[in-house]
Structure formats: structure tokens, C-alpha cells
T-cell receptor, first 116, second 114 residues
């Protein structure tokens, strides 16, 4: 597709279960970002991937959160043993990572996670 | 360590121009000014960005002061669908810029009224 694609768009899970959220970046984009946004709050950076470089995991809130990016394209964000405070919309974004200027970041529509 | 300052909210009339200010007094020479907006329940939408020259696209115009310490986003003819939170963000350019994730502040909550 033309934009960043995320799935599922909505997920309700029970406390303690693991969840996986998927992101398909824009074709050709080498940089991929995950953010989350709790209800009524601002956007919080989670993790960043650029090509084959080690990811910037500085925003992950706990070791229950992890992310992978296979083949430099699709990424999966995994939350283990979900807690109610994990309820949020999880946003994926991508950009060209190898251009001198104008590495504009484009966002997907997000995956809404509700932990009950 | 917010790099930008925006008014928390503003109203504007449908059909009129909306002028959204942003202060970025500590901006560095290699930092671009980016504007995004987030309409309720949607992902942030890119609007425009610039370095030092004024920029215009199909959505908006960006006016950057000569000293680059502030800028204004102009929506030329606001519609009800422009109601959203607007974020002004500074971000370095350059090959390594992609590693400089966007840091979102509180933004300006814009309400377009009929």
C-alpha cells in the first residue's frame, strides 16, 4: 500500500496475556519507529530501527516490551504479560533513512490496545 | 527538554485563515521545523516542514522568521475538518537525522467553529 499499515486496528486482551502488533512500513523506507499514546496523553517514543544498525530501544518502558524487524521491512511489537496500563494506541511510523535532508516521518493509523 | 513552545489551544472561524504560532528559540542551524497534526483517534499527519525559507504546499504555508526562532503555520481557509491538535517539532537534518526521533510536545488544540 501507499502508507504505513498496522494490524490489528483494535485488540482487546486479558491482563497477563501476550500481544503482538504488526507494522508494514512504506515501501523503500529503511527507518521504522514505534510510538504509543495513552488516552488523552502525548506521543511517547518507544523504539527505532534503521537498516541493519542496532535498534534504539531507549523508549521501551519495561522488559515486557520488545520489537523485531525482519528483513528490514515488517516490524512486530510484542508486549508480554500485558497490564492495564499498557492500554493505549500503538503507532508505527517510517521514513527514508539514507537521505541527506527531508527524512519526513509518516505515521500509520495505529493499533488500539485495550487490556481488561 | 521541550524545544518548541505552542499555545495550548486556539479557536478559529470556518473559512478564515488560521495562524498557528510556534517558538523555537534554541533551534540549531541544521534543524528543520516540522508540523504535524492529529485528528481525534487518528495517527499524526505530516503537514509541512522547512529550514529557513517559507514553504507552501497544498495543505498549508510555513513562515519562518529570519532569525529562525519562531514560525507560523497558516491554514489559508480553515474548515471544520481542520479541527485537530497541531504539533510543531524541530528535528535535525542530515543522514543521521532519521535517528533523531520526533519528540512531540503538547501541541495546540485548534477548534474550527462554524
Amino acid at each position: 500500500g501507499a502508507g504505513v499499515s498496522q494490524s490489528p486496528s483494535n485488540k482487546v486482551t486479558e491482563k497477563g496475556k501476550d500481544v503482538e502488533l504488526r507494522c508494514d512500513p512504506i515501501s523503500g523506507h529503511t527507518a521504522l519507529y514505534w510510538y504509543r499514546q495513552s488516552l488523552g496523553q502525548g506521543l511517547e517514543f518507544l523504539i527505532y530501527f534503521q537498516g541493519n544498525s542496532a535498534p534504539d530501544k531507549s523508549g521501551l518502558p519495561s522488559d515486557r516490551f520488545s520489537a523485531e524487524r525482519t528483513g528490514g521491512s515488517v516490524s512486530t511489537l510484542t508486549i508480554q504479560r500485558t497490564q492495564q496500563e499498557d492500554s493505549a494506541v500503538y503507532l508505527c511510523a517510517s521514513s527514508h533513512g539514507d537521505r541527506g535532508t527531508g527524512n519526513t516521518i509518516y505515521f500509520g493509523e495505529g493499533s488500539w490496545l485495550t487490556v481488561v | 527538554d521541550a524545544k518548541t513552545t505552542q499555545p495550548p489551544s486556539m479557536d478559529c472561524a470556518e473559512g478564515r485563515a488560521a495562524n498557528l504560532p510556534c517558538n523555537h528559540s534554541t533551534i540549531s542551524g541544521n534543524e528543520y521545523v516540522y508540523w504535524y497534526r492529529q485528528i481525534h483517534s487518528q495517527g499524526p499527519q505530516y503537514i509541512i516542514h522547512g529550514l529557513k525559507n517559507n514553504e507552501t504546499n497544498e495543505m498549508a504555508s510555513l513562515i519562518i522568521t529570519e532569525d529562525r526562532k519562531s514560525s507560523t503555520l497558516i491554514l489559508p481557509h480553515a474548515t471544520l475538518r481542520d479541527t485537530a491538535v497541531y504539533y510543531c517539532i524541530v528535528r535535525p537534518s542530515g543522514i543521521k537525522a532519521a535517528g533523531n526521533k520526533l519528540t512531540f510536545g503538547g501541541g495546540t488544540r485548534v477548534l474550527v467553529k462554524p
